[in-house]
């Protein structure tokens, strides 16, 4: 088997239709790209950035890992963050998880699943962190669903803590941090509450994201 035929035949129909309703779409994209929004989610087939906001190629730019995690030391995120931020003068960086995140998931259960342990390792802190609410939900789903929303609270709260963000601020840049949590059952989008847009909202935003969890 060679290629994939059915994928290039999508494309050819995908583009079709997009310049029979506008002919200089293409033309218009390649010279520059403006998007306005920086989305940093999860890898999971079914969260597509581009799809579930109703976005059209230009407008937004993406990085997704496994369940929406921004480290401090991890250059690719960083880069993108750098990018999106100091070169593209991106508005919104929107940090958006979701529920039944399989690498959320994953994190909770202590299994031993190899290099990528060490990945969820990040979000087995968060769940440390606010292990005291979380104990004290019962249902299991529920319990899940709430380290997914904590999640996406801490990781905007890195993003915020970022250099590049701080140092954007700092010079006076309009930009807004944002958490959303989307669900795969419904299509639908959470906003978390978590949206910040300069240095001395960073405290009080975060108190009112986790509750009483902290
Ligand atoms: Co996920």
Redesign the pocket.
Same mark, same amino acid.
């Given at each position: 088997m060679h290629g994939l035929p059915d994928l290039i035949q999508k494309n050819k129909s995908w583009a079709e239709n997009l310049n029979a309703e506008d002919p200089s779409f293409f033309s218009e994209l390649a010279k520059k790209q403006i998007p306005e929004y920086l989305w940093i989610g !999860?890898?999971?087939s079914r /969260?597509p950035a581009n799809q579930i906001v109703g976005l059209l190629p230009g407008e937004v730019f993406v990085h997704r890992n496994?369940?929406n995690v921004v480290v401090h030391t991890d250059f690719n995120c960083l880069s993108v963050i750098e990018f999106a931020v100091a070169v593209l003068k991106v508005k919104h960086i929107i940090v958006c +998880?979701?529920y039944g !995140?399989? +690498? /959320?998931k994953a994190a909770s259960q202590n299994r031993h699943l190899g290099l990528i342990d060490n990945w969820l390792r990040h979000i087995r802190d968060v769940r440390n962190k606010h292990e005291a609410v979380l104990k004290d939900i019962e249902d299991e789903n529920e319990r899940h669903d709430r380290l997914c929303e904590l999640n996406v609270v801490e990781q905007a709260h890195n993003v915020c803590h970022t250099t590049v963000v701080q140092q954007a601020w700092e010079k006076g840049q309009e930009l807004a941090v944002h958490s959303w949590i989307y669900k795969i059952q419904d299509g639908l989008i959470r906003d978390l509450g978590l949206t910040i847009t300069g240095l001395d909202e960073i405290a009080e935003a975060y108190r009112v994201a986790v509750g009483n969890d902290v």
């Open positions: !999860c890898s999971d /969260v496994i369940a +998880g979701h !995140c399989g +690498g /959320v």
